[in-house]
């Protein structure tokens, strides 16, 4: 299955400061999603990163506060604006592979937000 | 949307044990996964079953679609399974994940 590399896997943010993660893989998929988790939750989806075109958002997740890029089958990335301690959380990308393997997660970035 | 459920919440076991972890859900799927998700965070992959039964190693599981449940199966637990257990299911490429059980071995 695809290997995803996701980046980076941790990050002291000051408030109201952007940060941007990576999420690459090393073989074309079409699906790609984002997830957040909080402390002590499950896992949400943010949305769903469309090549070529805007992502799908979830319920209760923005553009303006999530903006995502996905510039080819490869690679994606996640912006998180205008950072609270709030949205101190564990955020993983994932790829589908189709019916026969599942989803696959990358390792995952470990937001503190100060 | 569908409802994940997964029970117990937490399990505390001796190693050695064996445990059952539950998984209930509320409607038709495509299909389900079950991960471990370790203490760095990493979400790994154990099984991918959309029915029937599989084995790898120390695990199983088993899924009745038809009863909308799966169960994992841990069998002589040692101190490297602790962490939680995510079941999510898959329906029209919408995944949705249950809340999690967590499990520590005590040694």
């Known amino acids: 299955s695809a290997v995803i590399s996701q980046k980076p896997s941790r990050d002291i943010c000051q408030r109201g400061t952007s940060l941007t993660i990576q999420c690459q893989v090393d073989?074309?998929?079409?699906?790609m999603f984002w997830y957040r988790q909080q402390p002590g939750q499950s896992l949400t989806l943010i949305a769903t990163?469309?090549?070529?075109?805007?992502?799908?958002?979830e319920s209760g997740f923005v553009i303006d506060k999530f903006p995502i890029s996905r510039p080819n089958l490869t690679f994606s990335t996640l912006t998180v604006s205008n950072m609270s301690p709030e949205d101190s959380s564990i955020y993983l990308c994932?790829?589908?592979?189709?019916?026969?393997?599942?989803?696959?997660f990358g390792s995952g970035t470990r937001l503190t937000v100060v | 949307g569908i409802q994940v459920e997964q029970s117990p919440p937490d399990l505390i076991l001796q190693e050695g044990a064996n445990s059952t972890l539950r998984c209930n859900f509320s409607?038709?799927?495509?299909?389900l996964q079950w991960f471990h998700q370790n203490p760095w965070g990493q979400l790994i992959n154990l099984f991918y079953?959309?029915?029937g039964t599989k084995q790898n190693g120390r695990l199983s599981a088993t899924t009745v679609a038809t009863e909308r449940y799966s169960l994992l199966y841990i069998s002589s637990s040692q101190t490297t399974d602790s962490g939680v257990y995510f079941c999510?299911?898959?329906?029209?490429?919408?995944?949705?994940f249950g809340a999690g059980t967590r499990l520590t071995v005590k040694p």
């Open positions: 994932s790829i589908g592979q189709g019916l026969n393997y599942g989803y696959t």
């Open positions: 073989s074309q998929v079409t699906m």
């Open positions: 990163a469309n090549q070529g075109s805007e992502a799908t958002y």
């Open positions: 409607d038709s799927v495509n299909n």
């Open positions: 079953i959309p029915s």
């Open positions: 999510a299911v898959i329906n029209n490429n919408d995944m949705r």
